[in-house]
Each structure stands twice: as structure tokens, then as C-alpha cells.
């Protein structure tokens, strides 16, 4: 079972490589993009057919490890 | 318009922070976990309403600096 994990920063925090980012994307030219926010995806394999408890799991290690609640949200998604 | 962008290590490359993940989440514990990946993920809002000619404008923007060809794949996709 593969599971996806989309970290990105809680909505009104900072987010300094976005504004670089959209900095130099205008200063090469593309002047239509507005604004630009970064995120981290985590692809996880894991054993067993068991989706609830298998999801439960990963949930589990977002908080523990992979994301920090206090700063961003994170959302799990079967993928394969 | 939003795009999300994912960029991902192309198949076969090493992930040396997938590995370290992956070895940090069976010492917690988490023994099911097989495989673990890292991935990047770009949001970035547009003006405009030609979607086609924006989705064209974004892929050249992950090829002259979002991505690395070389060694990233990529996927765009309309979020909104």
C-alpha cells in the first residue's frame, strides 16, 4: 500500500523560499504568476491490507516525525 | 488559477533522506513502513483564464529553474 503525505505551512505563516521563488520567476519574465508556496510530499510503502489501521498508522507518524503540527498541516492519501 | 507542481527524484536515484526516514520510522517502531520517498510540491496562482497557455507557461517555468530535468520528473496539475 502506498500512502502520500502533503505537508505545506499553516495558512498565514511565512513562507521565504515561495517569495523568492515568485521573485525570480517574474524577474525571468513570467509576470503572471502571483504568488508561489512551497510543500514537502513523503511517499510511504507500507506492508499489510489493512487501509484504516495502515492510515491510523501514518497519521501517527506525521505527528511524531515527518510534519510539525505546531507549523504545518498535513494531509494522507492512499495512492496505490 | 492554482497549479501544483510535484517534482520527485527520477526512478533508480538515490534518496538519502528517504533512506534516513525510513531507518528513523523503524526505530520508532513503525515496522510495516517498507520504502520511503521525498518529494517537493509548488503551488502557484496565475492570471489568466487560458488554462492551456498557462499550463504551457508553467512547464517552462520548472524547466529554466522550478526542477531539475536532469535528475527530477515532474507533474502539473490544476487545483483551482
Given at each position: 500500500m502506498r500512502f502520500r503525505i502533503d505537508i505545506r505551512r499553516k495558512e498565514g505563516l511565512s513562507d521565504p523560499e515561495g517569495l523568492t521563488t515568485l521573485t525570480a520567476l517574474q524577474n525571468l519574465?513570467?509576470?503572471?504568476?502571483?504568488d508561489t508556496h512551497f510543500g514537502r510530499t513523503i511517499y510511504l510503502d507500507m506492508d499489510g491490507d489493512d487501509a484504516a489501521a495502515a492510515s491510523e498508522e501514518v497519521e501517527s507518524m506525521c505527528r511524531r516525525?515527518?510534519?510539525?503540527?505546531v507549523i504545518e498541516d498535513f494531509d494522507i492519501e492512499v495512492v496505490g
Open positions: 519574465g513570467y509576470s503572471a504568476v502571483t516525525l515527518l510534519a510539525n503540527p
